[in-house]
């Protein structure tokens, strides 16, 4: 079993930046796709960003050209790097961890945009 700890959450002014991190109990990332999810109230989890083992990404329109998804397999980590926040962008995000046939989720932390 593999744990996921997210953090680096909080709340933030819109134009603002955070970064998120994602920390897990062993080394997976260098195998495994990272990605980051988030949901906000009353909607459904959406995908924000995926990084593949080969280092590969994959971002959702909405978040194009503000996030930054990264990693660093020797500290078994993978990073959000949000920047331009807006209020829209407040959800929990959720760090995953997914293989051939594992999927691991961490708790999740709050980011909040507001004024």
Do not use: H
């Not at 995908?47 to 978040?63: H, K, M, N, P």
């Not at 932390?109 to 507001?114: D, H, K, P």
């Amino acid at each position: 079993q593999v744990q996921l700890v997210e953090s680096g959450g909080g709340l933030v002014q819109p134009g603002g930046s955070l970064r998120l991190s994602c920390a897990a109990s062993r080394s997976i990332f260098n195998i495994y796709t990272g990605g980051w999810y988030r949901q906000a109230a009353g909607k459904q989890r959406e995908l924000v960003a995926t990084i593949r083992s080969g280092g590969t990404t994959t971002y959702a329109d909405s978040v194009k050209g503000r996030f930054t998804i990264s990693k660093n397999n020797a500290q078994n980590t993978v990073y959000l790097q949000m920047n331009s926040l807006k209020p829209e962008d407040t959800a929990v995000y959720y760090c995953n961890g997914r293989g051939f046939v594992n999927d691991y989720w961490g708790q999740g932390t709050q980011v909040t945009v507001s004024s």
